[in-house]
């Protein structure tokens, strides 16, 4: 289990946007801090224990408040997962965009390993996480991530072809790459590191962008490469 940090449902109010009503904006603040206790739930209490009264409990509004906003437990938690999606890939995006233009060939793409573990070691996923284990024995939340899942890896996909820009003509391998990249880590994300977490995680990510570089060197043919011609 992912070690969580306290997050306070935010409830800074957004800037108004020109040409709409105060009650609108009043409408639209409230159904974020909605949105935003749905996710506070999923991280700390855990998806199968969340109920529509405790996420008016943790969002700070009336029962009646969101039976307007979200009439059904399941408009809820679809409303959640697109609003979770919409979060993760603003997440991912900003701190991919934080990565110094000065950083060139594998100090880049060694950076952009570093910021895909920070975003997936971040309470957002945290809470993606804790929606696809619940998926797993419910339908009805499986078909709801199924397209936001789909969707999100190819914001991912067009982040890395910047990032990867050198490899991503090297077609099936790259993929395999890529691949390697994300199950490696999200497995990670989601492991039981116990002692001297930190440094281990440093070892194993140092050894993922080696293993990269490797497979699109042109010193050899690496096995994982071997493996891809093969297929």
């Not at 039976?67 to 999606?85: G, T």
């Not at 067009?158 to 490899?167: D, G, V, Y």
């Not at 116990?194 to 096995?223: C, H, Q, W």
């Amino acid at each position: 289990m992912v070690a969580v940090k306290s997050r306070k449902t935010s409830k800074a109010k957004a800037k108004p946007e020109e040409g709409t009503s105060w009650q609108s904006q009043k409408s639209a603040l409230t159904r974020d801090r909605i949105l935003d206790a749905a996710i506070d739930c999923f991280i700390n209490l855990g998806y199968t224990n969340v109920t529509t009264a405790k996420i008016a409990d943790f969002a700070g509004v009336s029962r009646g408040a969101m039976l307007h906003h979200f009439p059904s437990k399941n408009e809820l938690i679809q409303a959640a997962v697109e609003y979770l999606h919409g979060k993760l890939l603003a997440d991912y995006s900003e701190r991919v965009s934080k990565i110094s233009p000065r950083l060139k060939g594998k100090n880049r793409r060694r950076a952009g390993l570093d910021a895909y573990w920070e975003h997936l070691t971040s309470d957002l996923f945290v809470a993606y996480h804790e929606l696809c284990v619940a998926g797993r024995t419910d339908e009805e939340l499986r078909a709801i991530l199924e397209d936001s899942t789909i969707r999100f890896e190819e914001h991912v996909r067009n982040s890395n072809k910047e990032m990867f820009a050198e490899w991503e003509d090297r077609g099936e391998l790259y993929l395999l790459a890529m691949d390697l990249t994300k199950f490696l880590m999200e497995g990670m994300a989601v492991g039981q590191f116990g002692m001297n977490r930190d440094k281990r995680v440093k070892r194993l990510l140092d050894y993922l962008g080696d293993r990269l570089e490797e497979i699109f060197s042109d010193t050899g043919p690496s096995a994982i490469a071997q493996h891809s011609k093969s297929r």
